[in-house]
């Protein structure tokens, strides 16, 4: 169940948003507030999962008011739904990390397409183990055909992913790995995780010595190529 607070100094405004709500399933309006000091008691008393702020309300703005709820609940996600099209205001709350901007007039379907995004992102979330580039990629809006082109910018037999990995875990280490220490930390075999490195020293991010022991033929170590 997704929690909603309307933040909403039209009373008339916030009724037509409430009726937009109860036409999604699973999502529930919690409060509807008419100013940024009621806004934060109804945060303080409710939990609350989105809030739908307008920018400009009687005693503060929509930009200093998202900081004060999110020290109060850090995990609150917004959509702004305002006729505020400045580009410092914009740009403020955009990088504020708000979930969506709806200018007014609100269009019915641009309002329900808006929840039922963030709806969707939260179910992912919720569902979600760890995390992979490609749920990731769909979370965050990354076009398919952005995808596409950067898995083909590696050659067949390399997985971007698996190359990722390998490129990580050799970053940190001053001391190099060996091709079996490697297959061990990403959990292949040896022989996966030599294909792996030596692509990499082919595309000069990776370079390679031979390491002398005291018994037995010397050992191959990989160390990433910070001359680069």
Not at 134 to 151: F, I, N, Y
């Amino acid at each position: 169940m997704i929690r909603v607070l309307i933040v909403e100094d039209d009373f008339r405004i916030a009724g037509i948003h409430e009726g937009f709500l109860k036409e999604i399933p699973e999502v529930v309006v919690v409060g509807n507030v008419l100013s940024g000091s009621d806004a934060v008691k109804a945060v303080q008393a409710e939990k609350v999962d989105l809030v739908l702020l307008d920018v400009y309300l009687p005693d503060i703005t929509g930009v200093e008011l998202i900081p004060k709820l999110r020290m109060i609940r850090p995990e609150l996600d917004f959509i702004i739904i305002s006729a505020a099209v400045e580009h410092d205001v914009v740009s403020r709350l955009l990088n504020q990390g708000v979930t969506d901007y709806i200018i007014k007039p609100v269009k019915k379907e641009r309002f329900i397409e808006a929840v039922a995004r963030f709806k969707m992102k939260t179910k992912r979330i919720g569902d979600a183990g760890d995390f992979d580039q490609a749920l990731l990629d769909r979370m965050l809006g990354v076009p398919a055909e952005a995808v596409r082109t950067s898995q083909a910018q590696t050659p067949k037999g390399i997985d971007p992913l698996t190359l990722d990995k390998v490129r990580n875990t050799l970053k940190p280490l001053e001391a190099g790995i060996t091709a079996e220490e490697m297959g061990e930390q990403i959990g292949a075999s040896r022989t996966t995780a030599r294909r792996y490195l030596e692509y990499l020293i082919s595309e000069n991010e990776a370079i390679a010595d031979l390491e002398y022991g005291a018994v037995g033929r010397p050992e191959r170590k990989y160390f990433m190529n910070r001359n680069n």
